[in-house]
């Protein structure tokens, strides 16, 4: 790639606080983003670089990592398989590689959720968590027109949740994550069916549209407005004791010295949730000021990754470079289950998008390789 771009990439990668702070904090999203991004220079090398053509190598990885990332965390089906069914269908030279690595996917995911979850004794999943955008609507509509609905309405919130009257359910709404009525929800879920819930959360969205509209901004604007909000607290310190969950890594108060000078700079703040329970061992995370500070403030903004990644797939198109739009897929369809998710600019749930965006932006500047003995009809970027 150009020397700007790989220079660049390793800034990136060296200095963004996104990775150094993950690495103290959350388990899961850490391994499903590596093994995303993994799959996505998988995809890379099969349709970008002629040198790997004929080679089983880079197929094999694919499938692999597409099983690990749909493993390890629940949207991971979604990114892998739609991925796969987008390539399949708009990269006809290609069609077979990638049937097979769809198959294994797959199989693997099938083999997952029934010999080894029955193994383990897991049960049938309620299907709260993929509804928390209607969740959300209904909330703010119960919040803005409680006292306006009729009594089939009321009805329907108290058996969807948990017994909830509009008003009850309007002051449990957060516009930037669908926890609490997800909560409500999910206690009642086993008395109604599916589609009973959709009929109502349908009815409730045509009497009141525009509050619905609104309701899907708030719950998603955190992964397209660079100012956003942040919903994840920005741990700088490890945390311990979650879950009941006990480690030997460091922790505790801040010690003295430069952090605990940025502490109280409010650079880095203590988190207020934990203060309010007494806890005086809680970590730091980024404060309010830190996201004042220009450029450095905006570097951990899901927001701000999105339109870099839109950037790099508009250059892409310019350069006539179609066949490079491919390594975008992935990325695509997570920020599509990105907006269905219970959380607005959740850093956790959208690392993928940081630590494959070096990737994204040399797609625009890495010249085609190709074997030696290749044809110069193959040395083109075209589709």
């Given at each position: 790639m150009h020397r700007f771009v790989?220079?660049?990439?390793?800034?990136?990668?060296?200095l963004s606080p996104v990775f150094g702070l993950f690495s103290v904090i959350q388990v899961k999203d850490v391994p499903f983003a590596l093994a995303a991004l993994v799959f996505c220079v998988a995809v890379a090398e099969v349709t970008v670089h002629d040198s790997t053509r004929g080679?089983?190598?880079?197929?094999?990885?694919?499938?692999?990592?597409?099983?690990?990332?749909?493993?390890?965390?629940?949207?991971?089906?979604?990114?892998?398989?739609?991925?796969?069914?987008?390539?399949v269908v708009a990269l006809r030279g290609l069609r077979k590689p990638l049937l097979a690595v769809l198959a294994a996917c797959l199989v693997g995911y099938a083999a997952y959720t029934g010999p080894v979850y029955s193994a383990l004794g897991i049960g049938e999943s309620r299907q709260v968590e993929?509804?928390?955008?209607?969740?959300?609507?209904?909330?703010?509509?119960?919040?803005?027109?409680?006292?306006?609905?009729?009594?089939?309405?009321?009805?329907?919130?108290?058996?969807?949740?948990?017994?909830?009257?509009?008003?009850?359910?309007?002051?449990?709404y957060d516009e930037g994550v669908s926890d609490p009525p997800k909560?409500?929800?999910?206690?009642?879920?086993?008395?109604?069916t599916t589609g009973e819930f959709v009929a109502g959360w349908a009815?409730?969205?045509?009497?009141?549209?525009?509050?619905?509209?609104?309701?899907?901004?708030?719950?998603?604007?955190?992964?397209?407005?660079?100012?956003?909000?942040?919903?994840?607290?920005?741990?700088?310190?490890?945390?311990?004791?979650?879950?009941?969950?006990?480690?030997?890594?460091?922790?505790?108060?801040?010690?003295?010295?430069?952090?605990?000078?940025l502490v109280d700079a409010s650079l880095l703040s203590t988190n207020p949730e934990d203060t309010?329970?007494?806890?005086?061992?809680?970590?730091?995370?980024?404060?309010?000021?830190?996201?004042?500070l220009p450029v450095v403030g905006q570097v951990i903004s899901p927001g701000l990754t999105?339109?870099?990644?839109?950037?790099?797939?508009v250059g892409v198109a310019l350069l006539g470079r179609r066949r490079r739009w491919a390594v975008m897929v992935p990325a695509a369809v997570l920020f599509l289950t990105l907006l269905a998710s219970p959380v607005s600019g959740s850093l956790r749930y959208s690392l993928l998008l940081f630590?494959?965006?070096?990737?994204?932006?040399?797609?625009?500047?890495?010249?085609?390789?190709?074997?030696?003995?290749?044809?110069?009809?193959?040395?083109?970027?075209?589709?």
């Open positions: 790989f220079w660049g990439s390793l800034a990136w990668v060296a080679e089983r190598w880079p197929w094999v990885v694919m499938a692999l990592a597409g099983v690990a990332t749909i493993l390890l965390r629940n949207n991971g089906i979604h990114v892998v398989a739609l991925t796969l069914v987008v390539l993929m509804f928390s955008a209607p969740i959300q609507q209904v909330a703010r509509i119960a919040l803005a027109h409680g006292d306006e609905l009729d009594a089939t309405d009321r009805q329907w919130i108290a058996d969807n949740f948990d017994g909830m009257t509009p008003a009850e359910l309007g002051d449990a909560e409500a929800a999910l206690f009642s879920w086993d008395d109604h009815r409730l969205a045509r009497q009141y549209p525009e509050t619905a509209v609104e309701a899907s901004i708030a719950a998603t604007v955190g992964y397209w407005y660079p100012d956003a909000p942040l919903r994840d607290v920005f741990y700088t310190w490890s945390r311990n004791d979650i879950r009941d969950i006990h480690l030997e890594i460091p922790w505790g108060p801040q010690p003295p010295g430069l952090r605990k000078e309010r329970r007494g806890m005086t061992t809680n970590p730091g995370f980024m404060g309010p000021q830190f996201r004042t999105v339109w870099v990644w839109v950037t790099s797939i630590a494959a965006l070096p990737l994204a932006v040399a797609m625009i500047s890495t010249p085609l390789r190709v074997r030696p003995d290749a044809e110069p009809a193959a040395r083109t970027d075209a589709a």
